[in-house]
């Protein structure tokens, strides 16, 4: 199984962008999907999540600015980040908590290899 990141690069202050990442790997169906990020020098931090059903949840700083979704029948989650501030500078990482292969057969905590994202003037 692979997860592909997608979307990342450098934008100005105030500006935008859509990250994407999609599963591969004979998927039959994948719980939460979430994207985290990780500045330099600190810890990897939780910044949207969404459920198969739908439910989201988001990091506080990014509220009301970035949007997560996904195509559960393509197995991609999306990441519109609006407004993007200088500190929201950091490589973004795709996560699938629990990716199922059959009713029985799955694998836990599964992520892409990354996309930076940088916000600066």
């Known amino acids: 199984v692979q997860l592909q990141a997608s979307g990342g690069g450098l934008v100005r202050p105030g500006g935008f962008l859509k990250l994407s990442c999609a599963a591969f790997?004979?998927?039959?169906?994948?719980?939460?999907m979430a994207w985290y990020r990780q500045a330099p020098g600190k810890q990897r931090e939780l910044v949207a999540l969404?459920?198969?059903?739908?439910?989201?949840k988001y990091e506080d700083s990014v509220k009301g600015r970035f949007s997560i979704s996904r195509d559960n029948a393509r197995n991609i989650v999306y990441l519109q980040m609006n407004r993007l501030r200088p500190e929201d500078t950091a490589v973004y990482y795709c996560?699938?908590?629990?990716?199922?292969?059959?009713?029985?057969?799955?694998?836990?905590?599964?992520w892409g290899q990354g996309t930076q994202v940088t916000v600066s003037s």
């Open positions: 996560n699938a908590g629990k990716i199922y292969f059959s009713s029985s057969y799955y694998l836990n905590d599964i």
């Open positions: 790997g004979g998927i039959v169906r994948i719980d939460n």
């Open positions: 969404m459920s198969e059903e739908g439910n989201s």
